[in-house]
Every structure is written in structure tokens, then in C-alpha cells.
């Protein structure tokens, strides 16, 4: 195939994910229906594979590379050299967050520090690949896969580069939605300034916490629990990991309501708990695991979700649950932001209710922005030069707690 043959003005960045395959098959429907022509790059050829099966043009990041390396010729190199030098004012902040990140997850286990070096191989294939494309003229549009990623943060900042309208997509937070934001879609996906306004009359002793939103009817308390580098937990709340959440918040929480029930459910990918935590939930009456693996059986007997911001917070209080959730996420409502005074730091904390109109209010914002499979909406795509970058992080993220040093 020739380079001339290439018929896409669109990327779209998708990573690898087996569970999702329904949604994208949506998504390359949505983007033909708006006179789109989409390509799907995803980081190895299994995922690719499986999505021509299903009629949608998809790569991997080799299968492009070795495409545009046949159909190059000496002369297209040139194209690959000169080009803006531009850096957005708040690019080192966000450059240092990111490896940060990355840091934190190449040495989380064997598996992230093997997949953090092949991606430094890739990285560079990729980088070259979407930037041939730019530069002559291929590409118009690019919809990025989150945003912290290494290929989405990557994606990112090439678009600030070359000046290429883009948007972030995610999973959406239903059944048949995915989500599209321009800033993100994860605790980075709206701003606030109100992280660095701390009311008094708004900091919470924990006795007068539990009278103020814990009803002595809601026996049963979930805690769904996330994965450990999770980027909503390690941008987007104050917690280092789930077990200083447990620690500092429901462990103190249960033992000052003894008469209520605390099911912890562990992160479908860490269901592994470590063994002093262990240890505590066995020695305690009223702290329970719980590994179901549907969560819809669990929240069907819970009276309360409290949680860091998973989404299983946003499921439950769209489904009439009240939510306590402690951590930054697209989808708290900063209407009800209020601050725990616990073991002597002060942790934030959003409660949610769907009998509230305020509340409500999320759930509308979420659907606004989410491409439903019951229709069609052309206005959600929006394609800017606009994102989180352009921003310090201090406006998405609270830094009460330095876990980046």
C-alpha cells in the first residue's frame, strides 16, 4: 500500500483494552456519521486485529510505522526536521508529574517495569510516525485516550506542537456511554479553584462528620477500593495509596460506628490484601471483604458508598446511593466540598445525594458529554487546541500532600 492510498484524517488513540471493543465499534460509526474518516492506533496488534474484524481501519503502533516506513522516500525526511520549538508555560510542571507517574508505576511490579521499557522503545516509533503524518498533511484531528498516559501525554503535547485540534476520550462511566472532554477525563477533568480557598466553617471534625452525613439507617457502607497507581488517586486525591485511605479514613470511620457494617471491596486487578491490613479487618467485627465480582450485587445492599473517587461512586449515587467520596474526580460536586479533620491533616471530602438537585446536576453534566449509543449528537465533538496543560496543575490537583517528591 502505497502512501498515497492512506484514507483517515482522524487518529485515534486507544491503548489495548479487550472490554471496550462494543464502544469502539460506536465510536467509528459516530465519527463516519460526522464526516470523519478515523484510523484506531492501538498499542499492539492483537487489539488492532480484532478491530478489523469488525470492518474498523486499526494499527498498531509497528503495523504504522512499518506503513509509513514503505512508503517513504528520501526526501519525505526533511519533513521530519524543522519545526516549532514552542513550549506552553506550564509544560515543566506538568512534564514533571508525569514521570513521575511513571516512576511510581515502572517500579510497582515486574510486569509495569517490563512494559515501562518496551513503551520507551515504542514511544519513540510513535512520536515519529504521528508527526510524519502531521507534517504532510495527513492528519486534521486526534482523539487522545486520557491524558496521562504515555502515549496520550505524548499525543498531547504533539498537538500543542503542530497545533492539531484534539480531545480526550474514556470509557464512559455507564453501560453504553463513552465520555469526551476536552481537558480529561479523569480527576484532572474539571477545574477548581476552590481546593485552595479553605473555608473554616467547612473543616469537619470526624463526630461531627458522622452525625452530618452518615445516617444511622445506612447499616451497610461499601468501600470499593481502586488500584494502587491509579492516576485519580495519585493526582487526584491526598491518599499515597488505598491503604493509607483505609488507615486514615474507614478504619476510624468503623471504629467510631460500631453498629454499621464496612464491606471492603478490593480493585478487580489488586485483589491481593496486604497482611496488616489484613489483620486489622480480621480482628475488627465490623469490617468485612467482599469479592464479588459484580459490583451491582453488592451496591443492591448498600445503604452508603464511601470511596476515594472511584467510579462505583458515581454508579451508586446515579442509582439513588449516597456518596462520600475523598478525592478530586470529573464527575464530585463541588457544591458539597467540605474538609475532615482526621489524625491531624485535613482531607477533603465530597458528598453526593440524587435526591438533591445539585446532584442531579452531575449526572446531567456526565450524560451532556457522553456519547450515548441511543444517539447521535454532533455538537459533542468540538475539536480545540485547548487541554489541561495549558494550565497550572495546582487547578486540577490538591497538593496538600507532596507525593511526587
Given at each position: ?30 465519527l463516519h456519521k ?101 507534517k504532510k498533511g ?266 511526587y517528591e
Amino acid at each position: 500500500m502505497e502512501i498515497n492510498d492512506i484514507d483517515f484524517d482522524t487518529i485515534i488513540w486507544i491503548d489495548s483494552s479487550l472490554s471496550i471493543l462494543d464502544k469502539l465499534n460506536y465510536l467509528n460509526r459516530y465519527l463516519h456519521k460526522n464526516k470523519l474518516k478515523p484510523l484506531f492506533i492501538s498499542r499492539n496488534e492483537k487489539i488492532s486485529r480484532l478491530l478489523k474484524k469488525r470492518g474498523i481501519i486499526s494499527m498498531s503502533i509497528i503495523q504504522t510505522a512499518i506503513f509509513l516506513l514503505k512508503s517513504t522516500r528520501l526526501k519525505d525526511i526533511i519533513y521530519l526536521k524543522n519545526g516549532s520549538n514552542s513550549i506552553l508555560e506550564n509544560q515543566k510542571s506538568w512534564d514533571d508529574i508525569h514521570a513521575n507517574l511513571l516512576k511510581k508505576r515502572r517500579n510497582y511490579s515486574f510486569k509495569h517495569f517490563y512494559n515501562y521499557f518496551i513503551d520507551l522503545f515504542l514511544k519513540n516509533i510513535f512520536q515519529v510516525s504521528i508527526i510524519f503524518l502531521i507534517k504532510k498533511g495527513y492528519l486534521k484531528n486526534i482523539l487522545i485516550l486520557n491524558g496521562l498516559n504515555t502515549f496520550g501525554y505524548l499525543l498531547t503535547k504533539i498537538c500543542h506542537k503542530y497545533n492539531l485540534p484534539f480531545m480526550f476520550w474514556e470509557n464512559g462511566l455507564k453501560s453504553k456511554t463513552l465520555f469526551i472532554h476536552p481537558f480529561g477525563v479523569n480527576a484532572y477533568g474539571r477545574k477548581s479553584n476552590s481546593l485552595l480557598k479553605i473555608k473554616p466553617d467547612k473543616i469537619k471534625k470526624l463526630k461531627t462528620f458522622i452525625n452530618e452525613f452518615v445516617n444511622p439507617k445506612s447499616k451497610n457502607i461499601l468501600c470499593p477500593l481502586q488500584f494502587d497507581i491509579d492516576t485519580n488517586i495519585l493526582c487526584g486525591s491526598q491518599f499515597i495509596d488505598c491503604e493509607h485511605f483505609l488507615k486514615d479514613i474507614l478504619f476510624p470511620l468503623s471504629q467510631n460506628l460500631k453498629n454499621h457494617n464496612f464491606f471492603i471491596r478490593p480493585h478487580p486487578k489488586q485483589n491481593k490484601i496486604k497482611k496488616e491490613i489484613k489483620e486489622i479487618i480480621e480482628n475488627s467485627h465490623n469490617i468485612f471483604i467482599d469479592y464479588k465480582k459484580n459490583v451491582d450485587d453488592i451496591l443492591d445492599k448498600s445503604d452508603l458508598v464511601i470511596c476515594i473517587n472511584s467510579t462505583v461512586g458515581f454508579t451508586a449515587f446515579s442509582s439513588g446511593i449516597p456518596v462520600i467520596s475523598f478525592g478530586r474526580s470529573f464527575w464530585n460536586d463541588s457544591n458539597f466540598h467540605y474538609f475532615l479533620e482526621i489524625n491531624k491533616i485535613n482531607f477533603e471530602f465530597f458528598y453526593n445525594n440524587s435526591t438533591l438537585n445539585s446532584s442531579h446536576n452531575i449526572i446531567a453534566e456526565v450524560d451532556k458529554r457522553s456519547l450515548c449509543f441511543d444517539e447521535y449528537l454532533p455538537s459533542l465533538l468540538k475539536f480545540s487546541e485547548a487541554s489541561f496543560m495549558q494550565y497550572d496543575p495546582k487547578l486540577f490537583f490538591p497538593d496538600k500532600i507532596k507525593i511526587y517528591e
